[in-house]
Structure formats: C-alpha cells, structure tokens
C-alpha cells in the first residue's frame, strides 16, 4: 500500500466556524483525544514513522474544526516531526483564513515550518458572501484578497481550495436557462490578482446518511456536475496537461497556475486501488484510512 498524504486531525472541541456543507457534520467523530498524555506520545510518532515508511512526503494539518484553534497542539506535531529519522518537510495547512494574523504566519513559516497554506473559500468573488457562508464571527471577519497577499508575503505557497456551491452558478453563469455559458476567464484573473500559485476544485461530498446537509449539496449537485464538465474542457483547450494525479484527477497550469478538479474528496470512488489519496492520524494516535468509518483502522 502507498500513499500520497498524510491527515494530521488537530484536536479542537468544537469549529470556530459553521460551514452549511460541513463533512464532519454527517457523521460521527467521537475519537478520544490522547494527544495530551505523554504516555501516547511515542504511539503518535510510531504512526508518523509508519506514514512515512509508506512513501508520502506531504503532511496536510486539518480536522473538524480549525486547525488554529489548538495551536498547542500544533507545537506538539512540530516536536514530534522533528524527532522523526526523516521528518516531513511539505507540511500544509487547511483553514478557511480565521486567526490568520501576522503573528501566526510568522509562527508557522518559523516553528510549525508549514509550506503551503491551502485557503478553503466559498465565494470567490464576494468577501462578505464567503463570510457569511461559513458563519465567521464579526471579530474574526477578514479581506480575502489582502489575506492571501499577507500569506504569500511570508514566502508561503497559496491554494485555493474553491468550494463548488450553488454561488458559481450565479457568479459567473453569463448564459441563459438553456445555455449554460461560464466566464472562466474572469475565474483565473480573479485567481492570478489574489496570487494564487494552486487551485482545487472541490465537488462537495454526501454521505448515505440523508442528513440536512446531504439534502442542501443534492439539491444544487447537477449545477456542480455542469460546470465542472465545461470547467474541465475549458482546462483542457486553454490550458496546459501537466500530470495525471495517482487519484485519478489530472493536472493542468493555466496562467502560471495548477488547477486540479476534486471530485473525490473522501476517497471512495475506486476502493480496489492499490494506492490511497491519504491516510489520516487521529487524536487517539491511530491511523485510519477514512474519514467516516471507525472500520478502517490501520493499526
């Protein structure tokens, strides 16, 4: 078994944030939290070992929350990491941009060494929209556009990780109830003036639970299904092929930016594959091959 990244899941109790489309939301997530006893300390690292025995270079800090919110956590990892025979050097962050101020950017280019900060965004082209969406406390609002010059300021790679939402049909649809016509051009401009070095495209995920959040994403999912058809042919006529992702995706630069479609965000499109998008380490110092499923522990 290979893979090709590494889920380090930051304990926090609950999100600083309330995204509509949440994941975690739609299924159960009671992991007891061990990080903090000494006695799971050398477990922890053992799993990290193992990850990396396994192949993978890259590290991706997320969880059910924001990541920010545990930053003594994050100091821990940093610990662990640097005890390892061969630490992890591509190490990512996934936020939605809260709590990213001066001094935190500086803690992770410094301490933390994170290399890429991946920005989960939910309305390209409105700020307060993209706020609104996730819920972000009037204290912790902040200028998507200045922020992603501040991180890449500090020398950090940037990604936006899009989410696919009924928003892109409106924002950037310029056909009509029979012609669905897309001003892709805008999309990349917008891209290239916020610095974006990467992009991904994030088809939002449904489990078989029939939870409210299922029903929202259904209920705009053959809009999504559209646009990213005419995305991914836009990607290939004007762009330029660079690789076929060990997923299955494929990669494509397009104004001196990488631009990936996810349409598999949870890994379950093709469970016979030698190889998997990630493995993902638990507050309970455990690995585990999915998100949703307590049966697939690794050890």
């Known amino acids: 078994m290979k893979i090709q990244s590494l889920s380090i899941v930051v304990p926090t109790r609950k999100c600083i944030n309330n995204c509509p489309f949440c994941v975690s939301k ?48 994050m100091n821990d990892f940093a610990y662990f990491n640097k005890s390892l025979k061969k630490p992890f050097y591509n190490i990512e962050l996934q936020t939605t941009g809260v709590l990213l101020d001066d001094n935190t950017l500086e803690w992770l280019r410094n301490i933390i060494r994170v290399k890429t900060i991946s920005l989960s965004v939910s309305n390209l082209f409105n700020n307060e929209s993209n706020l609104d969406i996730i819920n972000v406390h009037d204290k912790l609002k902040f200028d998507l556009v200045e922020l992603s010059k501040k991180i ?45 070095d990467q992009v991904t495209f994030r088809k939002m995920w449904t489990s078989n639970n029939d939870t409210s959040i299922d029903n929202w994403i259904k209920s705009y999912t053959e809009k999504t299904d559209v646009f990213l058809s005419k995305l991914m042919l836009y990607l290939k006529k004007n762009g330029r092929f660079l690789s076929k992702l060990p997923f299955g995706a494929s990669q494509y630069s397009l104004n001196e930016i990488s631009a990936v479609i996810d349409d598999d965000c949870m890994d379950d499109k093709t469970p016979d594959k030698e190889e998997l998008k990630y493995l993902i380490l638990r507050e309970n110092a455990k690995l585990y091959s999915k998100w949703d499923d307590k049966g697939s522990l690794i050890f």
């Open 152 to 196: 890449k300021s500090y020398g950090f790679n940037l990604r936006i990780s899009l989410n696919i939402l009924d928003n892109i049909d409106s924002e950037l649809n310029i056909g009509d109830d029979d012609h669905n016509v897309y001003d892709f051009k805008r999309l990349f401009e917008t891209l290239s003036d916020m610095n974006a």
């Open 26 to 73: 739609t299924h159960e997530s009671d992991y007891d939290n061990m990080i903090s006893d000494p006695l799971f300390n050398e477990d922890y690292i053992e799993r990290l070992e193992y990850a990396r025995d396994l192949g993978t270079n890259t590290i991706i800090l997320t969880g059910t929350g924001e990541a920010l919110q545990n930053k003594k956590f």
